[in-house]
């Protein structure tokens, strides 16, 4: 059975950058979507990107429309990434992957297998 681990979180200063990845065991990677998504506290979980088992990418995100965090997707190493650039205080979550069978879709609630999630946390 799949399972998902993310990695790579951690205290980034203002304007720096870090990459999050999720790790895929007990199954390979190249039959799902796998999403990225952020909650902060007291906030509802937002997607942030998407890469399908074409190795698609789609953004839902305005920080992955304005091209601040930028997903990608190593099937060899059964990873998907997320690249977090210039990075800002309200950027401070916890970073999730989840995967689903077949396409992206961007709500967290058509996705029904998740990681234990990432803190990043951006100050100074």
């Known amino acids: 059975q799949l399972q998902l681990v993310e990695s790579g979180g951690g205290l980034v200063q203002p304007g720096g950058s870090l990459i999050v990845a999720c790790t895929a065991s007990?199954?390979?990677?190249?039959?799902?979507?796998i999403g990225w998504f952020r909650q902060a506290p007291g906030k509802e979980r937002e997607g942030i990107s998407c890469?399908?088992?074409?190795?698609?990418?789609?953004?839902y995100s305005v920080d992955a429309l304005e091209g601040r965090f930028a997903i990608s997707r190593d099937n060899a190493k059964n990873t998907v990434y997320l690249q977090l650039s210039s990075l800002k205080p309200e950027d401070t979550a916890v970073y999730y992957c989840?995967?689903?069978?077949?396409?992206?879709?961007?709500?967290?609630?058509?996705?029904?297998?998740w990681g234990q999630g990432t803190q990043v946390t951006v100050s100074a």
């Open positions: 890469s399908n088992l074409r190795s698609e990418s789609f953004r």
């Open positions: 989840a995967a689903r069978p077949r396409w992206c879709e961007a709500r967290a609630d058509e996705y029904n297998l």
């Open positions: 007990g199954s390979t990677l190249d039959s799902y979507s």
